[in-house]
């Protein structure tokens, strides 16, 4: 920016902790246009200052020196393609951590003023792209989750479009005699209603339903897919705007589970068995025809089990409650007996399982299923651990099997391998390896059998999975979300569950795929940067094709052309800047975030002489988590080493090794990366950002050994939202290991 106003904040501690007139000299050495102060700037009289230096065009660019950047959002919130707004937290990071009027207090602020100017005045201000899009939603998958999914974003006033593998909607519930309750009486079964809602869906005018069909691709980006769907009637071409794939899940193969008996008898049978034979109205046992004095079931069956299903596939018990109420109601005189190792049954739930406790000749027992015997035209289930013994055995007619939920998604195992493929192809290893990998590629590149989508996407043609098969959304702050921007997934193929949440997922699916087709109209970023109207820009003629954006990209961004050269979609991008932190030959800026403006900003840190005994530490801290943990710790009087200058960045994937070199060069004494856990059970919200920033160690090592510096002067930290407690203890305990290593020997250079 050419014309940089600066306008500082004296409340909340800001002006005791700091003299006005030090921030004023510092801002007049850097040229700026005008230097203003307000006792409290986020005022309307405040705010007013600040608006009406943009209005009448004295500046461009706004630097506003008060609280955290995550807070007063709204009232700091200026047009973005007239002013850049730069953000300098004088609040936490300095009156409410430091001691007030102390000399490293004020030259903290003094480097945190030098610091937002020097962004500034590198920024420029995007310009807005507003996009035609196509309002149409696509679902795909017609069981529960997709037809209430189609029914909410038609409701919202979007065309719909919904796709069904099968002949017929209604999907899994659809075979269902009774559904568990969801509304009051809780504690008795209710009738499906599963007819009513299939027929509202294919009554409504917005909604058009495509049965025995499937995506043959899907092109394109947020607002503007092209989908090639194939149908009884042949190949369509159809546009659509935002996809919400529901595609259900199936049970666990009960052929892998003979340790429970399937396979030693034919009245050993299934849920899915059962449920045929209930919705027949004929309860007999498949080995003699005959209705079963009792019917046992056993929980768990392949699910929380190391050898088969790790997770609990949250279905199976309520789904075994209710056959023991259909037979109990339908099927009098017949006993039932469940045996499990924990009932399932969250909130009103509770109260149906309460209620079927009470039928009579029902019994339930917790244990452990040691193994099935056939003896006397009978079934024996031996039990260890139970409630009503050590170890007993149950005699019955009929044995179902509560097999676990697997999703409906493409292939994982071969979604990965495909992957790794690429990726040794890519490193160019030994003649031999890239062969082999080139055969598996060439093998598993439409994973066949198992595509749903067929998106033609870089990264691969379907979402990515978890271990599991579940799909890989950043499931603690947005389940909907998938690494496919704009695609959306809702259902048992997002996670294990049972219909009532089904059908609440599919209304949030499609709640955020009608969000996403307004923010795509505007040219603005989904989730976590919500609005943010920057797109990056690619000095492409500098580009040696090493791939590292579109391989590190977490949500498939970037396509490549035949010479492998980015192609960038800009409504796929969630603007994380992982693809700035990975590019070596530092291509790709956004106007409001680039590697000069970080680099400037480290250039205008005042590193003190040895003499001076006042180390400088930089640490870059992820505005999602690490950044929040700080804030938080700063709310609560946590008092902070005063060598620490803060940058807030996207995410430590953004983070370019450039600045770590640059850092150590101009004689910064460390270095902190501070940012989310790594892990599905506790996930960054770009993914894969603080894993990247990890496996990039390698190279900030190369540059600490090109340096002959002390590795231990860069540290790694995962600080998850409630870290705050631990933010004081990290600083400390680096302070220390920077006492010990010694000042930085390129001090004064």
């Known amino acids: 920016m050419n014309n940089v106003g600066v306008f500082v904040c004296t409340g909340c501690d800001i002006g005791a902790a700091v003299p006005l007139e030090n921030l004023e000299k510092v801002a007049g050495g850097l040229g700026v246009a005008t230097f203003q102060s307000h006792e409290n700037l986020c005022s309307p009289e ?24 995550r807070a007063k959002i709204e009232e700091f919130r200026f047009d973005p393609t007239k002013v850049h707004t730069q953000r300098v937290c004088l609040r936490e990071q300095v009156a409410w951590t430091q001691p007030h009027g102390h000399e490293d207090t004020i030259l903290l602020a003094e480097d945190l003023l030098r610091m937002g100017v020097a962004q500034s005045q590198k920024y420029t201000t995007p310009g807005r792209l507003g996009e035609d899009v196509d309002r149409t939603v696509m679902v795909v998958g017609g069981g529960l989750a997709g037809l209430k999914a189609a029914q909410a974003a038609a409701g919202m006033g979007n065309p719909v479009l919904l796709v069904e593998a099968s002949s017929q909607l209604g999907g899994y519930v659809a075979g269902l005699k009774d559904l568990v309750p969801e509304v009051p009486p809780y504690d008795r079964l209710h009738e499906n209603d599963m007819a009513a809602l299939v027929a509202a869906v294919e009554a409504d005018p917005d909604i058009t339903v495509r049965t025995s069909s499937s995506t043959r ?12 769907l194939v149908g009884p009637d042949g190949t369509e071409n159809i546009k659509v705007g935002a996809i919400v794939q ?16 399937y396979g030693l008898s034919a009245n050993v049978v299934t849920t899915q068995d059962l449920e045929l034979m209930l919705g027949s109205g004929e309860l007999k046992c498949p080995g003699d025809g005959k209705t079963p004095e009792r019917v046992l079931f056993i929980q768990c069956a392949g699910s929380r089990d190391a050898d088969h299903l790790k997770y609990c596939s949250s279905e199976c018990c309520s789904a075994s409650l209710r056959q023991v109420a259909s037979i109990h109601r339908d099927h009098p005189g017949v006993e039932t007996a469940v045996v499990y190792r924990d009932l399932r049954t969250p909130g009103q739930l509770e109260h149906f399982y309460q209620g079927v406790q009470e039928l009579p000749g029902s019994l339930f027992t917790r244990g452990e299923v040691a193994g099935v015997e056939k003896a006397n035209g009978r079934l024996t289930v031996n039990v260890t651990g139970s409630l009503l013994g050590d170890d007993i055995s149950v005699d019955a007619d009929l044995v179902v099997l509560a097999t676990g939920m697997v999703p409906n998604a493409a292939d994982g195992e071969a979604i990965r391998e495909l992957r790794d493929a690429r990726g040794r192809i890519e490193r160019k290893e030994s003649e031999s390896q890239v062969a082999a990998a080139t055969a598996v590629v060439a093998d598993l590149e439409s994973h066949d059998g198992t595509q749903i989508l067929n998106l033609n996407y870089r990264q691969g043609p379907d979402l990515p999975v978890l271990d599991y098969n579940f799909n890989d959304s950043h499931f603690i702050c947005f389940p909907y979300e998938t690494r496919r921007t704009g695609i959306y997934a809702a259902g048992a193929m997002r996670a294990p569950m049972e219909p009532a949440q089904a059908a609440e997922d599919g209304l949030g699916a499609a709640m955020k795929a009608v969000q996403c087709l307004e923010m795509a109209a505007r040219g603005e970023a989904v989730h976590p940067r919500a609005g943010d109207i920057s797109v990056p820009e690619f000095a492409l003629q500098r580009c040696t094709q090493c791939k590292r954006c579109t391989e590190e990209c977490p949500f498939g961004t970037l396509n490549e052309d035949t010479d492998g050269t980015p192609k960038y979609n800009e409504l796929r991008c969630r603007r994380c800047g992982i ?15 680039s590697v000069g403006g970080v680099a400037a900003a480290i250039k205008s840190i005042e590193v003190p002489d040895e003499e001076d005994e006042k180390p400088r530490v930089l640490a870059f801290m992820c505005e999602n988590d690490a950044l929040p943990a700080f804030d938080e710790a700063a709310k609560r009087g946590f008092q902070l080493p005063p060598w620490v200058r803060i940058i807030p960045v996207r995410c430590l994937g953004a983070v370019n090794i450039v600045w770590i070199a640059d850092s150590l060069s101009s004689g910064i004494d460390g270095i902190m990366l501070m940012g989310c856990k790594k892990g599905d059970d506790y996930q960054c919200h770009y993914i894969r950002g603080s894993e990247l920033a990890d496996r990039r160690m390698t190279n900030v090592q190369e540059t600490m050994d090109r340096l002959t510096l002390e590795s231990e002067r860069v540290k790694i930290h995962e600080v998850a939202r409630n870290d705050y407690a631990r933010i004081p203890e990290m600083f400390e305990e680096f302070m220390e290991t920077i006492e010990e290593v010694g000042p930085n020997p390129y001090k004064g250079f």
Do not use: M, W
Request: aromatic share 6%; net charge negative.
């Open 46 to 69: 405040g705010v007013a200052v600040i608006r009406g230096a943009v209005e009448d065009g004295s500046v461009d660019g706004v630097v506003i020196a008060a609280c955290s950047h």
């Open 217 to 228: 691709n899907i092109d394109g980006q947020p607002g503007q897919f092209d989908v090639e």
């Open 579 to 593: 693809c700035l932190g990975s590019c070596p030959e530092r291509i790709i800026s956004f106007p409001d975030y």
């Open 246 to 261: 529901a595609t259900g899940a199936r049970p666990y193969t009960a052929d892998k589970l003979g340790h429970l008996g």
